[in-house]
């Protein structure tokens, strides 16, 4: 069975915090990718990832930063935390372009 | 970049009729639609998709038809069940792109 996992489902932090978000896929894939969803707003991109060390920006990466380091692996990092941050964060996976992406479950993140 | 549109934003039926949600891209150059459905708490998940050489595909109660002339795709839900109350993401990808643009989504309710 197909897996994307993230860390936390739900996260609590202060404003001028470092976060980590963790994304970790079982199935081999290339590409990674971390969106944020908002009500009314739906599925942005923020980051994704074609290999390893690689990475490029989506449509708002603006305060993010991503590492992937480990084929498995991509992190979503926000070096400080603010309140307009705070979002459903869903990172996915997939083999290849046209291919079907598969989605973790989503971390909650709330900053305060 | 590809800009994908979703209408209507909610749509609520009657169980046992039919609900089509049409979406609009913009680049001509796309080739890859899929549709993505996210229950209330859950992650997204792959329905159905179509690529650009097919104007329709069906799998059983649900059906894809494509566009490519007037640039729009449409989901259409037959026989609809309480269980198919959701929130539905379009995307499309351009060609030599290995990221989808999403729709804002449309929530679809089912009324029993």
Redesign the interface.
């Known amino acids: 069975d197909v897996k994307v996992t993230q860390s936390s489902r739900y996260l609590v932090k202060r404003t001028g915090e470092k976060v980590f978000l963790e994304c970790v896929q079982d199935m081999d894939h290339e590409?990674m990718?971390w969106y944020r969803q908002d009500p009314?707003?739906?599925?942005?991109?923020i980051y994704?990832s074609?290999d390893v060390k690689m990475k490029e920006k989506?449509?708002i990466p603006e305060g993010y930063s991503v590492s992937r380091e480990k084929k498995e692996r991509f992190s979503l990092i926000l070096e400080s935390a603010s309140t307009n941050q705070t979002s459903m964060y869903?990172c996915a996976s997939?083999a290849?372009?046209?291919m079907?992406?598969f989605?973790?479950?989503?971390t909650q993140l709330s900053v305060l | 970049?590809e800009n994908v549109e979703q209408h209507p934003?909610t749509l609520s039926v009657q169980e046992g009729d039919s609900a089509v949600i049409k979406c609009t891209y913009s680049d001509s150059a796309s080739?890859?639609f899929?549709w993505?459905k996210q229950e209330l708490g859950?992650?997204?998940?792959?329905i159905i998709?179509i690529?650009s050489n097919v104007g329709e595909k069906k799998d059983q109660r649900i059906a894809v038809t494509l566009n490519k002339t007037a640039k729009h795709f449409s989901l259409h839900i037959t026989e609809t069940q309480p269980e198919d109350s959701a929130v539905y993401?379009c995307a499309a990808?351009p060609a030599g792109?290995?990221?989808?643009a999403?729709?804002?989504?449309n929530q679809v309710v089912v009324i029993p």
Request: charged fraction near 20%.
């Open positions: 590409n990718f009314g707003l739906g599925l942005r991109l994704f074609y989506g449509d869903l997939t290849g372009a046209g079907e992406l989605f973790g479950s989503g | 970049g934003s080739n890859y899929p993505y859950k992650r997204p998940q792959l998709d690529r993401f990808r792109n290995n990221r989808l999403f729709g804002k989504g």
